[in-house]
């Protein structure tokens, strides 16, 4: 069946470095892409989305590329820091899916000190 | 504004017994979904509603799962006679509108079979 998945389980980055999380999806059909954080013990934190009309957005510290041609989705946070230790999850959804989001398998993000 | 609230947090239940894990949604949105995590995995979808109205089910196990949204008061995921593989982290979501929009998630329940 359709699936998001993850290219990295775990990714070890040192504090202040640059962090990139990458995603594929297999649905040719997603319109609609979220990126989310979860700390240990807690529900997914929205970071943030992006629609299929785009290639590219920002955010705080964040960055989502999108890639259609070769369905890959990633996450970029510039000057990572402790606070962003946690496991991201990226999500796609469509309209032949209705409002239900798919996920991926999530990536474990290690900040080192 | 108080992000979706969910209760309990965590609850032990016996093999055969009922679990009742309750949702409330963000302030204005009347758009609640479901989802199942097991350890070390993504969620998985289970069922959307709105209002009164079941909209998908696709997600949810024929047997012993049901779920409601009623016009007053939060949402229910109901599962009857647990079984040990029903042990898991539920999560509620909410959007303020239908499409392709945000969800924003509530804190989970883990349930706990023994």
């Known amino acids: 069946g359709e699936s998001v998945g993850l290219h990295l389980p775990t990714l070890s980055v040192q504090e202040g470095d640059n962090s990139i999380i990458n995603c594929a999806y297999s649905n040719s059909a997603s319109d609609y892409f979220i990126w989310y954080k979860q700390e240990s013990g807690k529900g997914p934190q929205f970071i943030i989305d992006?629609?299929?009309?785009?290639d590219k957005r920002q955010g705080q510290r964040v960055t989502v590329l999108l890639n259609k041609t070769v369905k890959h989705l990633s996450l970029q946070i510039a000057a990572t820091q402790p606070g962003d230790s946690a496991v991201y999850f990226c999500?796609?959804?469509?309209?032949?899916?209705?409002?239900?989001?798919?996920f991926g398998g999530g990536t474990r993000v290690l900040v080192k000190p | 504004n108080a992000g979706v609230m969910q209760n309990p947090r965590h609850l032990v239940r016996r093999r055969g017994q009922e679990a009742r894990l309750r949702c409330s949604p963000m302030?204005?949105?009347?758009?609640v979904y479901w989802y199942r995590q097991l350890p070390e995995e993504g969620l998985k979808f289970m069922v959307y509603?709105?209002?009164?109205?079941?909209?998908?089910e696709s997600g949810m196990p024929k047997e012993r799962f049901s779920a409601e949204f009623p016009k007053e008061g939060p949402s229910i995921l109901r599962i009857q006679q647990v079984v040990r593989g029903d042990s898991a982290a539920y999560f509620c979501a909410s959007s303020p509108r239908a499409g392709l929009y945000e969800q924003y998630f509530g804190p989970g329940t883990r349930l706990t079979v023994t």
């Open positions: 992006i629609r299929s009309n785009m």
């Open positions: 509603l709105q209002k009164e109205n079941i909209i998908d």
């Open positions: 302030k204005g949105h009347s758009h």
């Open positions: 999500a796609e959804n469509g309209r032949a899916a209705g409002n239900k989001l798919t």
